[in-house]
């Protein structure tokens, strides 16, 4: 087997490529390439890991045809075009949590550094001045702490301020009442954080929701004197009424670790009184680098090697204990939904999944996932379960989940039915031994069958003397059988034949094949 390339394209701690290697990847290191050089070299990669400065544009990605996965070694993940990742079915992931205690330090640092003026108190001190009467400061004990996103990083920041003795009050539409209690701050409204607030404190994906959540208008319903600290991302603040805040004094300090345009090597912010920065620092302490690029490189490798996809943002998850038990079931569920594509010619408007017995236990996401890429695989050969649920969606195929604890027939099973012109069509399998996927219902047609390589599927009048002459037909014309599996409705009624066979089946052979007495479809089949 081919080792997986990966290309290491911004600046990361060696450990990452180290990693790679281990884990049986080839590994390139080429950082602070512009973006045409990097579109003329990523068709070769198999993995990309980034931090914030490679921007993964849909031009990129239109480029890296053999692409299979962008690990992000950080958090924010607004410089990857998810969707036309997703579309193309190259998996992102991120590493959620390596370096939140250090970009929560970082935001406290920035609020001491606002509340004291330490780099002018610095500045001035080194340039000889001693103006100990120019910098007063304030106090953060008994201030209040407005938090807008209390996620991970919001949090790290909420415990640290609450042992400040500050107190801390949060806006963030998805932390629940329960979870506000065990962090102690107080949930508020934007609004009433804007009001109460001594020092703001960002911490926020950059979204279509959060994008300019410090807009002007917000800005001026914020506290006269409020200082305020932006260690998330640049686009979440209006730079230019921060600006225009803090000379006219309404804002008493800012401190900016993120800019709208990185890097920001030119500003006008820079020069303002009580403006600090410092260039997206954030995570960059040798602990959270450490952490992020040992992360990144372990899952990124897991996924190209092994199949295991952890911290993924456009698919469900496979968490070490589940991997082992779903993945037969993703067989299976991909195996099904593979059989119902190849089967149906029709549009199809509605697919549903139906778990029944042990596979209702699961996790659900990834078996759909996997039902809607063998689905649409017939359509498309460049569909994975990645972007099988997004493509699903994109061509208003409705999808349903329904599940049946109780055991029926088997004690676990998955039913893939399609809604077509002629009616709902149905297969099932379920696993044996825990582990094997078989076929048992075809079209309502109880049988037995492995789907695998070449098969040939017949639908004929069950009537004597049809196995031998289809066995006949197949070798005359040289190709072996190996395995049969037979069903009917009922003796004499319609029968179903679902051959392996070793090799696939020409047309002229499926032609003769439909021509025999009895016979009603013939369909060449492949998994
Ligand atoms: N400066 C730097 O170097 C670093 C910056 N970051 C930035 O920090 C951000 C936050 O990171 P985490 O806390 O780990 O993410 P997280 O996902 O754990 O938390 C984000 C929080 O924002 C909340 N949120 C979402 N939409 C909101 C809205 N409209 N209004 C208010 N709250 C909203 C979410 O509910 C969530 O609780 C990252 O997305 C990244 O952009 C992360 C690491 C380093
Ligand atoms: O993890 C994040 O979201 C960050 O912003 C860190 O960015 P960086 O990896 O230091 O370029």
Not at 165 to 184: H, N, Q, S, W, Y
Not at 374 to 400: I, Y
Request: glycine share 10%; hydrophobic share 45%.
């Amino acid at each position: 087997m081919t080792k997986p390339k990966v290309l290491i394209s911004d600046k990361m701690d060696p450990n990452a490529a180290r990693i790679f290697a281990e884990q049986g990847c080839d590994v390139d290191v080429i950082t602070g390439k512009t973006p045409e050089e990097l579109k003329a070299i990523i068709g070769q990669y198999d993995g990309l890991a980034i931090r914030s400065s490679t921007k993964v544009t849909k031009e990129i990605l239109d480029a890296a045809t053999n692409l299979k996965v962008i690990g992000r070694a950080g958090i924010g993940v607004d410089n990857v075009d998810i969707p036309a990742a997703s579309a193309q079915g190259v998996v992102v992931m991120n590493t959620p949590f390596g370096n939140s205690i250090t970009t929560a330090e970082h935001a406290i640092a920035l609020m001491f550094a606002l509340a004291r003026q330490l780099p002018e108190a610095d500045a001035s001190t080194q340039a000889g001045k001693w103006e100990k009467n120019r910098f007063m400061g304030v106090e953060v004990t008994g201030k209040t702490l407005g938090l807008i996103g209390a996620g991970n990083i919001g949090s790290i920041v909420a415990s640290r301020a609450l042992g400040l003795k500050m107190k801390v009050v949060a806006f963030d539409p998805f932390l629940t009442p329960d979870r506000a209690v065990e962090m102690g701050v107080e949930k508020v409204e934007l609004d009433q954080l804007l009001a109460r607030a001594d020092f703001i404190t960002l911490h926020t994906p950059l979204t279509d929701q959060t994008r300019n959540i410090l807009s002007r208008e917000n800005l001026a319903r914020t506290k006269k004197g409020v200082r305020i600290i932006n260690c998330a991302r640049g686009g979440l603040i209006d730079e230019a009424a921060l600006k225009e805040g803090l000379d006219s004094g309404h804002i008493a300090g800012a401190a900016l670790d993120v800019f709208q345009t990185e890097p920001a090597k030119d500003s006008p912010l820079f020069g303002t009184p009580n403006f600090i920065c410092t260039p997206h620092l954030g995570a960059s302490t040798t602990e959270a680098q450490v952490n992020v690029a040992l992360q990144v490189a372990e899952q990124m490798a897991d996924y190209l090697v092994n199949g295991g996809v952890t911290n993924a943002l456009n698919m469900p998850s496979l968490s070490a204990e589940e991997a082992p038990k779903l993945k037969p079931y993703m067989a299976l569920a991909e195996k099904l939904g593979s059989l119902v594509g190849q089967l149906t010619r029709d549009s199809v408007p509605r697919i549903s999944i139906h778990t029944e017995g042990a596979a209702t236990e699961l996790n659900q996401k990834p078996i759909v996932a996997a039902v809607l890429a063998g689905f649409l695989r017939v359509q498309s050969d460049t569909v994975n379960m990645v972007n099988a649920p997004f493509l699903a969606k994109e061509r208003g195929l409705e999808v349903r989940e329904v599940k049946t604890e109780r055991e029926g027939d088997y004690h676990t099973l998955v039913r893939v039915s399609v809604k077509t012109e002629a009616g709902e069509r149905s297969v099932a399998g379920t696993l044996f031994s825990n582990a094997e996927p078989r076929l048992v219902q075809l079209l309502g047609i109880k049988v037995e069958a492995e789907l695998a390589g070449h098969m040939m599927y017949i639908v004929n009048e069950d009537a004597p003397g049809f196995i031998g002459r289809i066995g006949t037909l197949l070798g005359e014309n040289g190709i072996n059988i190996g395995t049969f599996n037979l069903g009917r409705r009922a003796a004499g009624g319609e029968a179903v034949l679902l051959l392996s066979v070793d090799s696939a089946v020409p047309e002229a052979v499926l032609k003769q094949a439909c021509a025999l007495p009895g016979v009603k479809t013939v369909k060449a089949l492949s998994f």
